[in-house]
């Protein structure tokens, strides 16, 4: 049984090496493109500084959930310390906050035209 000529076979080749030197082209371009921005000294030390950087924020964040760290999340309180200011606040200026007549730290419930001002 004779073998049937491939008709596309030419074509095939001239698409393939069309496809292979475009592609090797971007390659060459891309790379010259890269070492004029990418791969310069300048921008390699920039990011070696930016993961530095990345690395001491990855730290400071894993220490927030480590137990055994002074930056553990639950141990900082940040209430307790608001609350403490307002109470050294408050005793500092007691008398001048008593002396204005009204009551501190409980809301007027009153509806606003009962209110006498």
């Known amino acids: 049984m004779p073998v049937a000529p491939d008709k596309y ?12 030197s475009i592609a090797a082209i971007v390659t060459i371009l891309t790379y010259i493109a890269a070492r004029r921005g990418l791969l310069n000294t300048v921008n390699t ?9 990345l690395q001491k924020l990855s730290e400071d964040l ?6 055994s760290s002074d930056n553990y999340w639950p141990n900082v309180r940040p209430v ?7 109470n050294s606040n408050f005793n500092q200026h007691k008398d001048a906050i008593l ?9 007027d419930l009153r509806p606003v035209r ?4």
Request: no cysteine.
């Open 114 to 117: 009962a209110r006498q001002y």
């Open 9 to 20: 076979g030419d074509l095939l080749r001239l698409v393939q090496t069309g496809f292979y």
């Open 45 to 53: 030390e920039y990011q070696k500084r930016v993961m530095d950087r």
């Open 62 to 67: 894993y220490s927030e959930f480590d137990p």
């Open 80 to 86: 307790d310390k608001a609350l403490e200011r307002i």
């Open 99 to 107: 002396a204005h007549g009204e009551s501190f730290g409980i809301p």
